[in-house]
Structure formats: C-alpha cells, structure tokens
C-alpha cells in the first residue's frame, strides 16, 4: 500500500500541469483553510458512521429507496444466501469508508505536491469535500436531529464539493476561465447551489430539485464544450495565420 501511495505521488509529481502560482500571503492563508475543510470533512466522515450504521439496516417500504436501502424483498433474498441485516450494512460501511479514503488520499497527494499552484489546490478541495458527500450513507435530517450546526456542516460541505465539481470543468487547465463569457454561467451556477443547500424550502429551491434532470447536466455541458471549443477555434485560427 505504501509502494502504491509513493508511485502516485510520483506520478502526480510529474505528470500535473504547471499552473498559476500565488504569492506568499495568500498561499499561507489558502493551505490553512484547505486543512481546515480538509478536517471538517474528516469530522463528518467520523460522525456519520453510526447514523449511516443504523440507516443502512432500516428497511425501506417505500416506492423509491436510496442507494444501499434494504427492502423486503432484498431481506428475503439476504436470508437465502445467510446473510444478516447487519453483516450487510457493516459491509456497505466498510465501502463507503475505503471509497471517501481513496477521495482523501489523492487530494492529500496532490496538496502535499502541488498546493503552491491555485489549479491543483482547487482540485484537491474538491476531491476531499466532494468524496465526503458522495459516500455518505446516512440521511441529512438523520445527523440535523442531533444539533443544526450538523446540517450546516453537511451543507457547507456539499456546496463546496458539488460547486467544486462542476467549477472544474470550468477552470480546467490552468484555473482560468476561458473564454471569458463562461465565468457568468460559473456564477449563476455557484448561485443555485447556494439556494439549493442552504435554503432548500425556499419554492424557488423546490423547484430547482423538481428541474435538477434539465438544468444540471446543462451546465455541465456548457463547461465540458466551452473550452473544448474556445481550443479548437483558436488552434484553427493560429494554422490560418
């Protein structure tokens, strides 16, 4: 495991792009606060084990379940092949732990390698913020029961991971936008979430859920072929010329 973990800091080393660096305040002050995100998405992994434990062996008698919910019918069919409710969420666990340790290990890596450049420390925040939502097992309401500051933290950590995601492929290579036009899709794009996470019963958040499947994969579009087209046309311009 080691073996692996030097060969991709290796790799990393070599292989990431040279990017915009920041002058000597600002990096100081933007390390600090990755290792304080860093940390709070590690505070949440921890705390939401239990929960996520107790969610994961709940059956779901419901039309639509969440992902890894037991039904049942996936009991009965548990019971066929011996295996218990709970041997089965304590799999489920142990899954999504490895999962959010692999989003960790790699923005640690690239931190570790590359914080110096703004491209690569925004990727590395993305990467360990993102994974703490994305294998997370267990209900927002569930950790919100216990105190708000619960569900303010998950959703100061969705926001940052879910708008880091999409900002990435708005910023790819160098952590500029180009053209310049896609930085107002960015910041209408940074506004929705900001609605959806931290005022989800507001009627305009209500909505944005209900049209999620029309607007979010626009978005993503527009900050996958941007650039792509920006490139092209350019590349096309200079052989012209």
Same mark, same amino acid.
């Given at each position: ?45 921890? @705390? ?20 890894? @919910? ?18 089965? @969420? ?17 923005? @640690? ?39 708000? =500051? ?6 100061? &950590?969705?926001? &940052? ?9 708005? =910023? ?16 209408? =794009? ?52």
């Amino acid at each position: 495991m080691n073996h692996l973990f030097v060969a991709a800091s290796s790799a990393l080393r070599r292989k990431l792009p040279e990017g915009p660096r920041m002058p000597g305040y600002w990096l100081l002050l933007a390390r600090g606060a990755w290792i304080v995100v860093a940390g709070l998405s590690v505070v949440y992994c921890l @705390a939401n084990i239990p929960g996520a434990y107790a969610r994961v062996q709940t059956i779901c008698t419901q039309r639509m379940c969440p992902l890894f @919910a037991l039904t049942p019918s996936s009991v009965k069919e548990l019971q066929v092949l011996g295996i218990s409710v709970g041997f089965f @969420a304590a799999y489920c666990i142990t899954i999504a732990i490895v999962s959010a340790l692999v989003w960790f290990a790699v923005g @640690a890596v690239i931190f570790w390698h590359k914080s110096d450049d703004r491209m690569a420390l925004f990727v590395a925040l993305a990467l360990v913020t993102f994974g703490a939502v994305v294998t997370s097992l267990s209900s927002p309401d569930t950790l919100a029961a216990r105190h708000p =500051l619960w569900w303010l933290l998950l959703s100061f &950590l969705t926001f &940052l991971g879910e708008t880091s995601i999409f900002l990435f492929f708005y =910023l790819f290579p160098d952590g500029r936008f180009i053209p310049r036009w896609t930085m107002l899709p960015a910041l209408v =794009l940074i506004v929705l979430f900001g609605c959806l996470f931290f005022f989800p019963s507001l009627p305009f958040s209500t909505w944005l859920i209900s049209s999620k499947t029309v607007w979010f994969p626009g978005f993503l579009m527009l900050g996958l072929f941007a650039p792509t087209n920006c490139a092209t046309s350019c590349l096309t311009s200079s052989e012209q010329g």
